[in-house]
Nanobody, 125 residues
Framework: QVQLVESGGGSVQAGGSLRLSCAASGLSYSNYCFAWFRQAPDREREGVATISPDGRYTYYADSVKGRFTISRNNAQNTLYLQMNTLKPEDTAMYYC??????????????????WGQGTQVTVSS
């Protein structure tokens, strides 16, 4: 059974930092691209960051570039999102998602076959 379990969300003040984790099980982890998506109330889901199977390549949404860093530990089947200089507009539910090979660094949600349940991030001004 494939599971993606996010953790690390919470409430912080603007300018603060959080580190999200996504623990994967039940899949061949190194054969997947992974991504973080987010969805705020009354807004469409948007891609935040994505990473290649070997971790060498990453791609970010313009809104988070320079503030967020995606990484992965293939030995521990874990995906991370380091979020710095958080802004109120970063408030959303954050989801990790897996895209099987052959995969690309894109934010088309339809190519991601596995999704976690999400972790809430709230940034206050």
């Amino acid at each position: 059974q494939v599971q993606l379990v996010e953790s690390g969300g919470g409430s912080v003040q603007a300018g603060g930092s959080l580190r999200l984790s996504c623990a994967a099980s039940g899949l061949s982890y190194s054969n997947y691209c992974f991504a973080w998506f987010r969805q705020a109330p009354d807004r469409e889901r948007e891609g935040v960051a994505t990473i290649s199977p070997d971790g060498r390549y990453t791609y970010y949404a313009d809104s988070v570039k320079g503030r967020f860093t995606i990484s992965r530990n293939n030995a521990q089947n874990t995906l991370y999102l380091q979020m710095n200089t958080l802004k109120p507009e970063d408030t959303a539910m954050y989801y990790c998602a897996a895209q099987p090979r052959p995969c690309g660094l894109i934010f088309n949600g339809s190519v991601f076959t596995r999704w976690g349940q999400g972790t809430q991030v709230t940034v206050s001004s």
